[in-house]
């Protein structure tokens, strides 16, 4: 057993950083670490919730609570900052509020959006990746509508998604729900109100069967939804997105653009690691980082990967593999302090939900498929017990979904 007090600094709140600080606090002692936690908001935000956000049906403040709420002050010093330079061999970090000293650093600074570089794509259209930037998604839509009353231009009534995976679909089954009450408040006839939805492959959610798929398609067509499967988007301007079909460009007009088509890891990682890509770097069985036995990465910028060989590849990044890499980044730093072994992270999938609005959804939660009244039940599930297993039965309670 070590005796020496180890700093241990957390980079990030999100999921996984607030999984492995909330790990950390309960399995070592005051004696064994002296925690610090760097993020540069003082709240939690709960990322899975942000397409709510964005379609106006829940409050931005809904889907977030102050970090504090988790933070044991014996344990803990919490500093609001942002990273700006990760030294790895002398062991600092530097932030806006000053240099950090660690012995063990656990990088967990999440995703940003990613425009693969489609021109005009970053200053054309909202994205949908932190509170900020789903309230300007809501705002955009909500002052195009208003403005359409003046203008009478049916573009400000058009919205164009790109990106048909969980983002996209997930918002549009909150659009779905939100925009025909905006309508009734403004008296703007619905069936005016057009909304695309651009995707690049053939098929839309290709990790649902055909059946599941194929029903959250028909249950968004039948609230007025277009889909534009197999359509990649190359461009985006202030008329809408250009997209190719057969060969030829087209452009699908909307004054209402959101891009939800790719998420990457933080751009720091990038910037003080070797061997990224997106954003993510390939961590080993204990979770750290090639040539750096005290440096974890987990969450959205790390890749753990699936098998071994030239058959591996990624898992995808989600907030369940995020909070299962926290927890167990604890676990192995507790272990190696005590000089115990230390056991590989093996992922548990539980299944996934996609929901389509407050009442239907589609979903497999282990091994059986779900759709429906169920499944939307299911996802409330998972999202309250996503903030009850961080911050505790009560936080549950009060910030969860059955309220
Ligand atoms: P994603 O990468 O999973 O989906 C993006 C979609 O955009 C893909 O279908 C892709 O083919 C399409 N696309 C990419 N480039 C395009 C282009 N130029 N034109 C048109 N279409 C294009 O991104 P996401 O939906 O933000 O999800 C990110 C991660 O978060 C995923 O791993 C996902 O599983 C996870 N997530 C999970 C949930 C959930 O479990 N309910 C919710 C949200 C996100």
């Not at 992270?345 to 169920?374: H, R």
């Amino acid at each position: 057993m070590s005796f020496e007090r180890k700093k241990i600094v957390i980079l990030g709140g999100g999921y996984a950083g607030l999984s492995a600080l909330v790990g950390l606090q309960k399995e070592l002692g005051l004696s064994e670490a002296d925690i610090t936690l760097i993020n540069k908001n003082e709240y939690h935000y709960e990322a899975t919730w942000l397409h709510e956000t964005a379609a106006g049906t829940i409050n931005w403040e809904d889907g977030v609570y102050p970090i504090n709420k988790v933070v044991d002050n014996m344990k803990t010093n919490f500093v609001v900052a942002e990273v700006t330079k990760i030294d790895k061999d002398s062991q600092v970090v530097e932030t806006t509020k000053g240099n950090v000293e660690y012995d063990i650093l656990i990088v967990a600074l999440g995703f940003e959006s990613e425009t693969f570089g489609i021109e005009g794509m970053a200053e054309h259209a909202e994205s949908i990746t932190s509170p900020q930037t789903a309230l300007k998604a809501r705002a955009l839509v909500e002052k195009n509508f208003n403005n359409y009353l003046e203008s009478k231009d049916k573009n400000d009534l058009a919205i164009v998604v790109g990106g048909a995976g969980f983002t996209g679909i997930e918002y549009l089954g909150e659009l779905v729900d939100s925009l025909p009450i905006l309508c009734d408040n403004l008296d703007i006839n619905y069936d005016d109100v057009s909304i695309t939805c651009v995707e690049a492959m053939p098929s839309m959610l290709p990790m649902f069967s055909e059946d599941l798929s194929g029903y959250a398609k028909k249950y968004l067509e039948s609230k007025g939804v277009k889909f534009l499967l197999g359509t990649p988007i190359v461009a985006a301007n202030e008329e809408g997105f250009v997209v190719k079909i057969n060969d030829k460009e087209e452009t699908v007009k909307a004054n209402n653009r959101i891009w939800t088509a790719g998420v990457r890891g933080n751009k720091l990682m990038e910037e003080n690691f070797d061997g990224v890509m997106r954003g993510r770097i390939i961590v080993k069985d204990d979770l750290t980082i090639e040539g750096y036995d005290n440096v974890y990465a987990i969450g959205d910028v790390s890749a753990v990967m699936n098998g071994t060989g030239e058959n591996a590849r990624p898992y995808p990044t989600t907030a369940q593999i995020a909070m299962q890499l926290g927890e167990h980044t604890a676990k192995i730093i507790s272990a190696k302090l005590r000089g115990k072994k230390v056991e590989p992270f093996v992922y548990d999938d539980k299944g996934t939900v996609c929901s389509l609005g407050a009442k239907n959804g589609i979903g497999v939660v282990y091994g059986k498929e779900i759709k429906g009244k169920s499944a939307a039940f299911m996802k409330k599930v998972i999202d309250t017990r996503a903030v009850a297993k961080i911050g505790g039965p009560v936080l549950g309670f009060t910030k969860g979904k059955f309220l």
